[in-house]
C-alpha cells in the first residue's frame, strides 16, 4: 500500500502564535513523525507576496516560522520541510495549470468573490477595484503546491476547503486533456483541533491584531495573558468556564485531570487574577524548552538555511523529473 502524501503550507506573514500552534503548528508536528507517511511543509513565500509588499517583513517572517517549526521538533528526516520559491517546478506547474483553469472556476472562489463584494458595498463603479491577479488566481498556485508532489491529503480548516475542490478540479481536467498524470488531493479537516481565542474574545488572528505571540518572552507573555479580556464577576462569585477564554486557552495546554481541578476553582469562584497567573504558568511552562531552542536558532540563521536547502533539495527530486514528464505531456520538450 502506498504511503499517504500529507501537504501543509504555511503564509510567511506574520509571527506564529498561540492559535497558529495549537490549531495547526502542534498537530502537524505530531504527523511528520509518522513512518507510514510522506508529509511535505513549505513555507509559502510566493502566496505572501498576495497580501504583503513589505520585502522585510516576508523575510522576517520566513525566518520566524522556519525556526518555529523546527524549534518545536519539526522531523525533517522524515519529513520534507522546504520554501517554495527553491522549488521552481512549483512556478512552471502553476503556468500549465493556469492554461486548462476555466476563469468562470476562478470567479467563484471565496476570496475574490468577498473582494467583489466589498468593493459592490462602497458603491465603487468597478467592482474589481484593487484586486490583483495575485489575489484572483492565488488557487491555482495552491493547486501546482499540492499536485507537484500529487498530495493526496491536505490538513486545511473548514474555511479552505474550496481550495482542495479546485485544485481537484483543475487536476481533473490537466487529467482529462493530457493523460492521467495527478492524484486527486483530498481535504483533511480535524473537528476536534483547538481555535484559541484572543485578547478580546474574538478568534486569535492577526487580522484582529488580539495574538499572544508563541514564543513571547517572559515579561511580554505574563503581560498579555493578564490583558486578556474577562468579565466584571467578583472573586468568590461562581464563574462559568464555557465562554471564558482564559479556561478554554488553559484547556489546550492541560491534562483533562487540571482541566477538571481547574472547572471546580470556577464553581469556587477564583479570582481572575489568579486564573490569570495559573495560564501563565502553564502556558510558560509548556513553551520554555522550545523558546529557548528558538531562541538559539533566531541566532543562527545558517543553520536554518542549511535545513531549508536540505529540505528543497530532497523535495525537487520529485518534482524535477515529474515536471520533465508534465513537460513532455504538454509537447514542451526538444525536437530531437
Request: hydrophobic share 40%; aromatic share 8%.
Amino acid at each position: 500500500m502506498t504511503n499517504s502524501t500529507i501537504l501543509t503550507g504555511i503564509t510567511t506573514t506574520g509571527t506564529p502564535h498561540l492559535g497558529n500552534y495549537v490549531g495547526a503548528i502542534r498537530p502537524a508536528i505530531e504527523a511528520s513523525k509518522d513512518a507510514t507517511a510522506k508529509p511535505f511543509y513549505f513555507l509559502a513565500d510566493y502566496h505572501a507576496l498576495i497580501k504583503c509588499s513589505d520585502p522585510e517583513k516576508v523575510r522576517q517572517s520566513s525566518l520566524e516560522i522556519a525556526a518555529t517549526w523546527l524549534a518545536l521538533g519539526l522531523d525533517t528526516k522524515n519529513a520534507t520541510f522546504y520554501r517554495q520559491s527553491d522549488i521552481p517546478e512549483i512556478m512552471e506547474l502553476t503556468w500549465m495549470l493556469t492554461c486548462v483553469t476555466a476563469k468562470g472556476l476562478m470567479n467563484r472562489a471565496h476570496a475574490y468573490k468577498a473582494s467583489v463584494a466589498e468593493n459592490e458595498a462602497n458603491a465603487n463603479t468597478d467592482p474589481d477595484k484593487g484586486i490583483t491577479m495575485g489575489l484572483f488566481s492565488y488557487p491555482i498556485l495552491m493547486a501546482a503546491d499540492m499536485l507537484i508532489f500529487n498530495a493526496n491529503k491536505v490538513p486545511v480548516g473548514k474555511d479552505q476547503i474550496q481550495h482542495i475542490e479546485m485544485a481537484r478540479d483543475i487536476a481533473s481536467r490537466f487529467n482529462h486533456i493530457y493523460g492521467e498524470h495527478f492524484a486527486l488531493p483530498k481535504a483533511i479537516t480535524n473537528d476536534n483541533a483547538a481555535t484559541l481565542l484572543g485578547l478580546d474574545g474574538r478568534k486569535m488572528s492577526k487580522s484582529y491584531n488580539n495574538t499572544i505571540p508563541l514564543f513571547a518572552p517572559e515579561k511580554k507573555l505574563k503581560k498579555l495573558i493578564n490583558k486578556i479580556k474577562t468579565n466584571s464577576l467578583e472573586p468568590g462569585e461562581p464563574k462559568d468556564p464555557t465562554d471564558c477564554t482564559l479556561f478554554s486557552t488553559y484547556q489546550a495546554f492541560a491534562t483533562e485531570s487540571e482541566v477538571e481541578a481547574i472547572r471546580q476553582q470556577y464553581a469556587n469562584g477564583i479570582a481572575w487574577g489568579e486564573m490569570k497567573k495559573i495560564l501563565f504558568e502553564k502556558i510558560n511552562t509548556h513553551i520554555t524548552p522550545a523558546r529557548e531552542r528558538y531562541d538559539a536558532l533566531m541566532q543562527d540563521p545558517k543553520h536554518i538555511e542549511m535545513q531549508l536547502q536540505e529540505g528543497a533539495e530532497k523535495a525537487r527530486t520529485i518534482s524535477a523529473p515529474f515536471l520533465l514528464k508534465l513537460r513532455q505531456a504538454v509537447g514542451i520538450q526538444k525536437i530531437i
